[in-house]
Nanobody, 122 residues
Framework: QLQPVESGGGLVQPGGSLRLACAASGFTLDDYAIGWFRQAPGKEREGVSCLRPRSNFPNSADSVKGRFTMSRDNAKRTFYLEMNNLKPEDTAVYFC???????????????WGQGTQVTVSS
C-alpha cells in the first residue's frame, strides 16, 4: 500500500558505511519528495536529508552534509541514503517519509515507513 519500507540498517564501526533503501512501490516518484529522518535513543526525531521531486540535489542537515548522499531509482521506485564515515552519534532509527515537497518539519510528510536501526559502535 502507500507506505514506504526502509531497509539496509545494521551494526557498523565508526568510519564505516551503510546504504539505506526506501522502497516506495505504489508511488509515482516524480510526484513526491523523499525525506530521511532519524530518532536517536531518548531524542526527538530529526530531519537528515530530503530530495525534491525530479531533483538530483538533496538538502541535508549540517550534521551529515558531506557524509550522507541521497539518490533515486525511479524505475525501481526506490530511494537510497548512502551513509559514509559514520559516527556513533549517527546511531538512530532511520525513517523515510514522502511529501509533496521537502520540509524541515515532520508535519508535511504524509507517508512514513516503520524505520530501520542503524548502530555505530566500536
Amino acid at each position: 500500500q502507500l507506505q514506504p519500507v526502509e531497509s539496509g540498517g545494521g551494526l557498523v564501526q565508526p568510519g564505516g558505511s551503510l546504504r539505506l533503501a526506501c522502497a516506495a512501490s505504489g508511488f509515482t516518484l516524480d510526484d513526491y519528495a523523499i525525506g530521511w529522518f532519524r530518532q536517536a535513543p531518548g531524542k526527538e526525531r530529526e530531519g537528515v536529508s530530503c530530495l525534491r521531486p525530479r531533483s538530483n540535489f538533496p538538502n541535508s542537515a549540517d550534521s551529515v552534509k558531506g557524509r550522507f548522499t541521497m539518490s533515486r531509482d525511479n524505475a525501481k521506485r526506490t530511494f537510497y541514503l548512502e551513509m559514509n564515515n559514520l559516527k556513533p552519534e549517527d546511531t538512530a532509527v532511520y525513517f523515510c517519509a514522502l511529501s509533496f515537497n521537502c520540509a524541515r518539519a515532520m508535519g508535511p510528510y504524509d507517508f512514513w515507513g516503520q524505520g530501520t536501526q542503524v548502530t555505530v559502535s566500536s
